[in-house]
């Protein structure tokens, strides 16, 4: 069964940093482009960050742009989250999720998710 | 960016109800149309993809259609189970992929 577990995430203070990580089991991690989502508590999902499947091209969220950088190791089956200059409005569950397609040539969706780390940016 | 709005927001309704989610596109997306399920404290879990393709393992009383800018979820005979928020997300060309503020589902 396909695994993703997120790890790395905590309490910092504004304007610090942190890196999240997701560990990838029970696929070909190396084929699969990666996302990230996050969910700030009681609101709805946004979808923060792309990365291809050799992190030869990412995209982000213009709230994050500048601030989050998204790679991954495919050796280590691993997905990254590198979050600087922490602001209160990052507090969230941020989650990892496959994406299954090829983006803007065919459907893409998100079809297995971790379970989620909680990032809280507070003074 | 795309911006993509469910109606209603939130839905009371009884186990045997048939039920209508909305998501609308601010432009055309073709079929690029995804919805999910979220329970509280849980990860978002892929119902439909692809506007009207059922995800492997996903009850067949779940079904999509739509395409363009209009798109609906529908559950034809509601379970104890289905109570749960839903997630409309386009995934058309290139990210930014937006999701829809959600429509939370509760027990009438």
């Known amino acids: 069964e396909v695994q993703l577990v997120e790890s790395g995430g905590g309490l910092v203070q504004p304007g610090g940093s942190l890196r999240l990580s997701c560990a990838a089991s029970?696929?070909?991690?190396?084929?699969?482009?990666m996302n990230w989502v996050r969910q700030a508590p009681g609101k709805g999902l946004e979808w923060v960050s792309y990365?291809?499947?050799?992190?030869?091209?990412?995209y982000y969220a213009d709230s994050v742009k500048g601030r989050f950088t998204v790679s991954r190791d495919n050796a280590k089956n691993s997905l990254y989250l590198q979050m600087n200059s922490l602001r209160a409005e990052d507090t969230a569950v941020y989650y990892c999720?496959?994406?299954?397609?090829?983006?803007?040539?065919?459907?893409?969706?998100?079809?297995?998710w971790g379970q989620g780390t909680l990032v809280t940016v507070s003074s | 960016d795309i911006q993509m709005t469910q109606s209603p927001s939130s839905l009371s309704a009884s186990v045997g109800d048939r039920v209508t989610i909305t998501c609308r596109a601010s432009?055309?997306?073709?079929?690029?149309l995804n919805w999910y399920q979220q329970k509280p404290g849980k990860a978002p879990k892929l119902l439909i993809y692809?506007?009207?393709s059922l995800q492997s393992g996903v009850p067949s009383r779940f079904s999509g259609s739509g395409s363009g800018t209009d798109f609906t979820l529908t559950i034809s005979s509601l379970q104890p189970e289905d109570f749960a928020t839903y997630y409309c997300?386009?995934?058309?060309?290139?990210?930014?992929?937006?999701f829809g503020q959600g429509t939370k589902l509760e027990i009438k």
């Open positions: 999720a496959r994406g299954t397609g090829v983006v803007a040539a065919s459907p893409y969706y998100f079809d297995y």
């Open positions: 029970e696929f070909t991690f190396r084929s699969y482009s």
């Open positions: 990365i291809t499947t050799t992190g030869s091209s990412t």
């Open positions: 432009q055309s997306i073709s079929r690029y």
């Open positions: 692809a506007a009207s």
């Open positions: 997300q386009h995934s058309y060309s290139t990210p930014p992929y937006t």
